[in-house]
């Protein structure tokens, strides 16, 4: 699966919409771009993913560049219980039922 | 309504003593993955059963077994656990066929400590 890079941190406030950057040069065609928060002391959750086209669902956005080299998530109004590791990963859909592949992530703050 | 449980969500062990972690799924999802997290890092794959068939990662240590006895659960032996062995153990599935367009859905973890 191709790489991806994202900030190692990310500071928000409260009540206020947060953009988590993904860069993914390297994508392929194939590539579902999946992103994952992990609060803490739990598992990793899921929270969104997508192809090409942009997604939404009741936790987030995924906003899809173009060229796919690119992607941000974006919380609309961010919460003290937003504060997570949010992981973007790459899965290829030839790729079956291999497990994900995590980064670093980016560690996000809310202040209140 | 919890998917993937993971029991127990604390663990101690004594050195060298074997351990057994345990997972169990209600999604009747073909694959059961296992990870290992240690402190500030992030999670690594161990291995993972799709029904039946075993695939282990090639940096696993041998010291790591894991056995699932049917789709709904899924184990973790660590034989002789050393220090280096106390982390958080995440139990994960997915579906299988088209995992990439779905997803995977994670137990709450065991944070096993080896004293």
């Known amino acids: 699966d191709a790489k991806t890079t994202q900030p190692n941190s990310m500071e928000s406030n409260e009540e206020e919409p947060v953009h988590l950057p993904c860069n993914h040069s390297?994508?392929?065609?194939?590539?579902?771009i999946h992103w994952y928060r992990q609060l803490p002391s739990q598992g990793p959750e899921y929270v969104i993913h997508?192809?090409?086209s942009n997604v939404n669902n009741r936790m987030a956005s995924l906003a899809i560049a173009e060229d796919r080299k690119s992607s941000t998530l974006i919380l609309h109004r961010a919460t003290l219980r937003d504060a997570a590791v949010y992981y973007c990963i790459l899965r290829d859909s030839g790729g079956g039922a291999d497990g994900l592949t995590f980064g670093k992530g980016t560690h996000l703050i809310i202040q209140p | 309504d919890a998917m993937v449980i993971q029991n127990p969500r604390y663990q101690v062990t004594q050195f060298g003593k074997p351990v057994t972690l345990s997972c169990s799924q209600t999604l009747n999802h073909n694959v059961m993955y296992w990870y290992q997290q240690k402190s500030s890092q992030a999670p690594k794959l161990l291995f993972h059963?799709?029904?039946?068939?075993?695939?282990n990662e090639a940096d696993t240590p041998d010291n790591f077994q894991s056995r699932r006895p049917n789709t709904s659960f899924c184990f973790l032996d660590i034989r002789s656990p050393g220090l280096g062995d106390a982390a958080m153990y995440l139990c994960?599935?997915?579906?299988?066929?088209?995992?990439?367009?779905?997803?995977?859905?994670f137990g709450s973890g065991t944070r096993l400590t080896v004293v």
């Open positions: 997508g192809l090409t």
């Open positions: 059963y799709y029904d039946k068939d075993f695939n």
């Open positions: 994960a599935t997915s579906r299988g066929v088209g995992t990439p367009a779905y997803g995977y859905t």
């Open positions: 390297t994508i392929s065609g194939t590539d579902y």
